[in-house]
């Protein structure tokens, strides 16, 4: 069993930055595969960004070049540093872990454990 615990969202202007952190706990977290997906009112949730074992990252485009995840397997932590924000990236934000490596990391199915979620507001 793995606990996750996402912290850092709030309101935020146009074109600011948040930096969300996601706590991990019960389990080896080094063992597992990271993502963040998001969810606005009335849409399906939506990828965000994913962290292997190894470090590699995949971003869809929507958020590529603005979003950044990292890990910190010390501290059981994932990160997501998001710059730029735009109206558009307003939603609760989940983050989620995985433990089969096969897939890519991309779609909520491939994951076994989500934490509350976390408000992002981006206003202009």
């Known amino acids: 069993q793995v606990q996750l615990v996402e912290s850092g969202g709030g309101s935020v202007q146009t074109g600011g930055s948040l930096r969300l952190s996601c706590a991990a706990s019960?389990?080896?977290?080094?063992?597992?595969?990271m993502g963040w997906f998001r969810q606005a009112p009335g849409k399906e949730r939506e990828f965000v960004a994913t962290?292997?074992?190894?470090?590699?990252?995949y971003y869809p485009d929507s958020v590529k070049g603005r979003f950044t995840i990292s890990r910190d397997n010390a501290k059981n932590t994932v990160y997501l540093q998001m710059n730029s924000l735009k109206s558009e990236d307003t939603a609760v934000y989940y983050c989620?872990?995985?433990?089969?490596?096969?897939?890519?990391?991309?779609?909520?199915?491939?994951?076994?454990?989500w934490g509350q979620g976390t408000q992002v507001t981006v206003s202009s």
């Open positions: 989620a872990a995985r433990r089969s490596t096969v897939f890519l990391g991309t779609s909520p199915g491939q994951y076994d454990y």
């Open positions: 019960g389990s080896i977290f080094s063992n597992y595969g």
């Open positions: 962290i292997r074992r190894s470090g590699s990252t």
